[in-house]
């Protein structure tokens, strides 16, 4: 009978000694459980970072938000405009008759910072008394949509 001894064919049996040391094949298994380690550092990395905090919107004012006055909105949990604009704020004027759509007011592009909050006054734009809202508007690239993800209302007196 016939036996591969690694090169040729041959017809004596393989002798059961190998031609490798057996430090060299503790060395060889070192170095693939380093590599495999290696190879895992990225992922364990990426799932040890802190989940990303849902988009939030605050106002304010200096001390009670009267007609005439500015209004300070605040963000955290948007993605940062390191990227381009990546969020829009709707800001609807008190007393809107279209409802919840706001279809009178004005737009604001804030400048998010790389942690992901922003802060921006609004000169004069309280213009009359009531209830108003700020809505975040932020593009999500998945989708190619800007998507409404966060509310407030203010009240002007």
């Not at 190998?18 to 380690?37: F, K, L």
């Not at 006055?69 to 800001?91: A, D, K, N, Y």
């Not at 919840?100 to 921006?120: A, E, I, K, R, W």
């Amino acid at each position: 009978m016939s036996f591969w001894d690694g090169d040729r064919w041959s017809d004596a049996e393989l002798s059961p000694t190998s031609g490798r040391s057996r430090r060299a094949n503790w060395a060889a298994t070192a170095i693939m459980i380093i590599g495999a380690a290696a190879l895992l550092l990225p992922l364990a990395a990426s799932s040890a970072a802190s989940p990303k905090s849902a988009p939030n919107l605050t106002t304010g004012c200096s001390a009670v938000c009267v007609v005439g006055g500015s209004l300070t909105v605040r963000g955290t949990g948007f993605t940062p405009s390191s990227g381009g604009q990546q969020v829009i704020l709707w800001v609807e004027y008190p007393g809107d008759y279209c409802g919840n759509l706001g279809c009178h007011g004005f737009y604001v592009d804030p400048s998010v910072g790389s942690d992901g909050s922003f802060t921006t006054s609004l000169d004069n734009a309280l213009l009359k008394a009531g209830t108003g809202g700020v809505q975040a508007i932020q593009y999500n690239a998945r989708t190619d949509k800007w998507v409404k993800v966060a509310y407030v209302d203010y009240v002007a007196r």
